[in-house]
T-cell receptor, first 111, second 114 residues
Framework: GQQLNQSPQSMFIQEGEDVSMNCTSS?????WLWYKQDPGEGPVLLIA?????ELTSNGRLTAQFGITRKDSFLNISASIPSDVGIYFC???????????FGKGTRLSVIA | GAVVSQHPSRVICKSGTSVKIECRSL??????MFWYRQFPKQSLMLMAT?????????EQGVEKDKFLINHASLTLSTLTVTSAHPEDSSFYIC??????????FGPGTRLTVT
């Protein structure tokens, strides 16, 4: 089955630093989504990417859909304490198929 | 917009009893909803896809007779864990598909079976 490799698994950064995480796949996806999950909560959609090469921003977050359609990255600029959480990438073949999730990147921000 | 609720948020039940979890899309209609299970420090594991008006599609290894799913309307899907055992204790999360590519998650339900 399809699998997503998400890295890094965890990150410890200083407040104010920029963060970068990425996902790679062994197969092509037509949609990439990035979610953030706080402890004890459900994932919240951050950014959705629909076209290869697409670069989309949401405030301090920027994500890109790789040209090969097998990868995506998420950048967070000028991190703040509330950025702490687990970030998941997810890929989707088509509108009728379930999302395939990465294993998550646990972000810790040191004030 | 795109709000999904779950009820209850936490439930503790005794081994052998059944528990029903509700998932509602509050401001949109969802022909498809999904049920996930998440263990501590792990990713989401898809259990089943719930389609309004038809039988749910279960992932390999998920017992359909144990995890009963009903998607009776375009805004409500329920998951019933029947004859629950301690190993069923987990965080159950639903999601609802608003469009072909946008999926929104509920806040999750923490199930503890004693």
């Amino acid at each position: 089955g399809q699998q997503l490799n998400q890295s890094p698994q965890s990150m410890f950064i200083q407040e104010g630093e920029d963060v970068s995480m990425n996902c790679t796949s062994s197969s092509i996806f037509n949609t990439w989504l990035w979610y953030k999950q706080d402890p004890g909560e459900g994932p919240v959609l951050l950014i959705a990417l629909y076209k290869a090469g697409e670069l989309t921003s949401n405030g301090r977050l920027t994500a890109q859909f790789g040209i090969t359609r097998k990868d995506s990255f998420l950048n967070i600029s000028a991190s703040i304490p509330s950025d702490v959480g687990i970030y998941f990438c997810a890929g989707q073949d088509s509108g009728n198929t379930p999302l395939v999730f990465g294993k998550g990147t646990r972000l810790s921000v040191i004030a | 917009g795109a709000v999904v609720s779950q009820h209850p948020s936490r439930v503790i039940c005794k081994s052998g009893t059944s528990v029903k979890i509700e998932c509602r899309s509050l401001d949109f209609q969802a022909t498809t909803m999904f049920w996930y299970r998440q263990f501590p420090k792990q990713s989401l594991m898809l259990m089943a896809t719930s389609n309004e008006g038809s039988k749910a599609t279960y992932e390999q290894g998920v017992e359909k007779d144990k995890f009963l799913i009903n998607h009776a309307s375009l805004t409500l899907s329920t998951l019933t864990v029947t004859s629950a055992h301690p190993e069923d204790s987990s965080f159950y999360i639903c999601s609802a598909r608003r469009s072909s590519y946008e999926q929104y998650f509920g806040p999750g339900t923490r199930l503890t079976v004693t």
